[in-house]
């Protein structure tokens, strides 16, 4: 009896440590993030799956480039779908609960919000490869900042005032993934300190980032991106200066424009011409430019985005890029987004040499090149006679018609101060509302003007 007691009470005692063990394990369905990043392999898995947020359909994937178009369609887009939040854009009639609007905020603070813990914990990554991984997070966060603040931010830069205009919370510090935290109930910061973040993040980028890197950030996309930024400011000798070392870099390094237009788009593989897109196949990725400029024809959906004759009208008798178009149920198509699983083009080489030529235009400089130098590798390549003493007024038009409906439509229309719809390019209704769901969670943000 003494010895069945003995035996019962120890394997109780053994149970009990049992038991005791497992109340010890950790939640798996609550990692905490410095277990998540606790060794070289986890950074750069977290890295890589933050390619993968930075490519969702709000960002990266398409929404970020469409949206800009419909904002600046000037009547040279319609929009005929159904959803009524892409209307909105199209309409300027935006209300604070846009559903576009709202996901591109949370899935812009997302990455950055991965891109600060990754950089909390650039520690653990192996020596050799810490630059690299640093700098590739920090071109995520500073073209996620350079979205959030371009389409949030009060008024554009050369509105005037950026210190005192309204900008967006800026967040740099590692912390968790969740937006309701305490410590992001933020009130907005300047759009002036919006674009120092910004440049501080791509210069840094740029200094560490190799000139090839596959299919991930490379020092020629920082170069390119800075030269955007640079444009949204006005300040062309530095936009000059960014946009040249971009093709300096790029062509030293492989890269060149495609033989013909038509070639630069609609593929299942990065291109020579391309500095840095998103990839897209039937296993991962999305392409919402697809989605919405291309046609049931091709798998997508009705042909939600029309191109009116008044943009096609533009293009010369056998340019490329107008023969690029096609005509289907009544409407012209933009036929560089027209097929299924392609990647989506963020950064073409093209876009380069269109930035140094107006640059250089606006600063009667040479950088790199002549102004006809430029502008004429462009018009060669979609097959149009070369041009002599081009002026600023066909640089510009060089540029609407070379890279059409690819993201930059809204913020060249803001720069250079144009009439959009017949509103002003300063106009309230020209800039997103803070998302309803953000002002409903943080009682420091306030509204933009007109919301």
Not at 72 to 90: C, H, K, Q, Y
Not at 284 to 307: H, K, L, M, P, Q
Not at 406 to 431: C, F, I, N, S, Y
Request: aromatic fraction near 10%.
């Amino acid at each position: 009896m003494k010895k069945k007691l003995f035996y019962m009470l120890a394997v109780l005692a053994v149970l009990g440590t049992g038991c005791d063990s497992k109340l010890e394990l950790k939640n798996p369905q609550s990692i905490d993030g410095e277990d998540a990043l606790d060794t070289d392999a986890r950074v750069k898995k977290v890295l890589v799956g933050n390619y993968a947020s930075f490519g969702s359909a709000a960002l990266f994937g398409g929404d970020v480039l469409w949206m800009s178009e419909l904002l600046a369609s000037d009547a040279e887009l319609n929009w005929v779908g159904t959803f009524p939040d892409p209307r909105m854009i199209w309409g300027k009639n935006m209300l604070t609960n846009n559903s576009n609007a709202s996901a591109t905020w949370s899935a812009a603070y997302r990455v950055i919000y991965n891109c600060n813990n990754i950089l909390g914990a650039i520690g653990v990554v192996a020596a050799a490869d810490q630059k690299r991984v640093a700098a590739e997070a920090k071109f995520l966060r500073g073209m996620a900042y350079f979205e959030l603040v371009k389409y949030f931010g009060e008024k554009p830069f050369v509105a005037g005032n950026a210190a005192s205009l309204k900008g967006v919370p800026l967040i740099t510090a590692p912390g968790p993934s969740a937006p309701q935290s305490e410590e992001y109930k933020l009130a907005r910061s300047s759009v002036q300190d919006g674009y120092t973040q910004v440049i501080k993040d791509l210069t840094e980028a740029e200094t560490d980032l190799p000139a090839k890197n596959g299919v991930y950030a490379n020092k020629e996309a920082a170069q390119l991106a800075l030269a955007r930024v640079y444009l949204q400011q006005a300040d062309y000798s530095k936009a000059l200066d960014a946009a040249n070392r971009c093709i300096t870099t790029a062509t030293a390094n492989g890269f060149a424009l495609t033989s013909t237009y038509a070639a630069a788009f609609n593929t299942t593989a990065n291109t020579v011409e391309d500095l840095f897109a998103m990839q897209h196949n039937a296993q991962a990725g999305t392409n919402s430019c697809f989605t919405y400029f291309s046609t049931g024809t091709y798998g997508a959906r009705d042909g939600d985005i029309e191109v009116t004759p008044k943009h096609y009208n533009k293009y010369e008798t056998g340019d490329q890029r107008r023969s690029l178009f096609f005509f289907e149920s009544g409407a012209w198509r933009a036929g560089k987004w027209r097929d299924l699983y392609r990647n989506v083009k963020c950064m073409r080489l093209a876009e380069a040499y269109i930035t140094r030529a107006e640059c250089n235009s606006r600063l009667s400089s040479s950088v790199g090149a002549t102004v006809d130098a430029d502008v004429n590798r462009i018009r060669n390549r979609a097959g149009l006679a070369s041009l002599t003493n081009a002026t600023l007024a066909q640089v510009l038009n060089e540029r609407e018609l070379e890279i059409a409906f690819e993201g930059q439509g809204a913020w060249d229309a803001k720069r250079q101060k144009l009439t959009v719809d017949g509103k002003a390019w300063d106009d309230p209704k020209m800039t997103f509302p803070i998302p309803l769901r953000e002002m409903n969670v943080n009682a420091n943000l306030v509204q933009n003007p007109g919301y």
